[in-house]
RNA sequence: GGAGGUGUGGCCGAGUGGUUUAAGGCACUGGUCUUGAAAACCAGCGACGGUUUGCGCCGUCCGUGAGUUCGAAUCUCACCACCUCCGCCA
């Protein structure tokens, strides 16, 4: 959520900035929002006052003893005409609300201007691309006899959900764990398990709500309704960033870093022809995530660091990959600035997306009142940044894809053999 | 699932319709005193919004939401969370 104020007294260089990410401010609509609210705000409060005086006068006459049938009678409309004040202010007020929680967030200066994801802007490349002496196969072929099993998901649970058997849900167990000990005894990170399914109010904390609702598995209890709408998470960002919601912190308990393996659920609405095939994008995958919480002048430092971690994860697995800062078209609706981290993948013969992290300065923190106490005593925003570390499936694809062997083995990165009792080659 | 109970500022806790403008205490901050510290004493000390160049002024907030009333922390209803006991359960 942008901060109303800066709407107020600078309305146009906010739109400006919006335009930048294909966003069309609609500012005469603003203005006349604004306008009204104004206008309703005084007229209700100027009641408010009037009542709170009038009833204070009668309770001292009453004490007294004096007659207060004249006081009473000059205030026997008040009681409606504050009401309908009151119902005309709320009504403006929440137009606004609802509006300003669809308004994205403002791309940070440093970000580069572009439509779409051709103006992303390379960082860097780390590691070569293998060459293969044999014809490589995509994770599917390479998966089948291994364990990936895409009948059985679909027999279960439909499209793009997965049974992973025996060796490869192994591989797939040993990936999180290593990230998760990666994170934690490397990076400093402390490790959650969150639920994985929230009430609404999360969702708006975070930015999933309201505008990416089709995004979402909705839930509902066996029985009845419950009384708040619950869904799925679709990554513990939610959980984990929400954890600081509506809290004041102590500046000296800044930054909070944290991180969780969790399934994450997506509908993957709108993409019905992309990706069908194999497990790049599925319903239900595990990630292991980075939240960090932080004081807001550190954010854009607490981001580069955020990326190394989230490095430090393909490094290990000695995994190709390019690092890529997504321009002001192609980033999330709450990022000031946001890297991915895309792994090759030599089927593909293309790099994919396996980590996104982003720096949402101040618009999760407005929206969840989620606070720390400055070194003057006053209670500010924190930021927000949120990345992962890595997609624990996308990684399985990578690794299945990079490691194959002629012989339709796989070898075991080196990073992950103690996972796996030692195991040097799975299948063979 | 059944029965009972509880929700008040950072914390404890008083408050059952009207100077509550939420008592009192703890914690915290500043000051006096002291060689220094502690103690004692004095003072300050919530959040959010509106308005104002500023001092300030106004409004809202006692788990949440509705309602009754000129007036609600206090009365009514619903919901949420927590606690105790019973039942069930991985």
Known sequence: MLDIQLLRSDLNAVADRLASRGYT?????????????????????????????????????????????????????????????????ETVQARLDAWLLTIPNLPHESVPVGDDEGGNVEVRRVGVPRSFDFEVRDHVDVGAPLGLDFETGAKLSGARFTVLRGPIAQLHRALAQFMLNTHTLKHGYTEMYTPYIVNDSALYGTGQLPKFAEDMFKVTR??????????????????????????????????????????????????????????????????????????????????EDMVGHAEAILKALELPYRVVTLCTGDMGFGATKTYDLEVWLPAQNTY????????????????????????????????????????????????LENYQNADGSVTVPTALRPYLGGLEVLGA
């Open 25 to 89: 401010l609609d500012t005469d609509a603003f203005a006349s929002l604004e306008g009204e609210r104004k206008a309703l705000q005084t007229r209700m409060q100027e009641l408010q006052a009037r009542r709170n005086a009038t009833s204070k006068q009668i309770g001292e006459a009453k004490r007294k003893g004096d007659d207060v049938s004249a006081i009473m009678a000059e205030v026997a409309n008040l009681g409606d005409e504050l009401k309908a004040a009151e119902i005309a202010f």
């Open 222 to 303: 066996g029985g009845d309704e419950g009384t708040v709408d619950q869904y799925l998470i679709s990554t513990s960002e939610i959980t984990l960033t929400n954890t600081v919601r509506e809290s004041v912190l102590k500046a000296a308990e800044l930054p909070i870093k944290l991180t969780a393996h969790s399934p994450c659920f997506r509908s993957e609405a709108g993409s019905y022809g992309r990706d069908t095939r194999g497990m790049i994008r599925q319903h239900q995958f595990d990630k292991v995530e980075m939240v960090q919480v932080v004081h807001p002048d550190r954010s854009f430092e607490a981001l």
């Open 352 to 399: 994919r997306e396996i980590s996104s992290c982003s720096n949402m300065g101040d618009f999760q923190a407005r929206r969840m009142m989620a606070r720390f106490k400055d070194e003057d005593g006053k209670n500010r925003y924190v930021h927000t940044l949120n990345g992962s570390g890595l997609a624990v499936g996308r990684t399985l694809v990578a690794v």
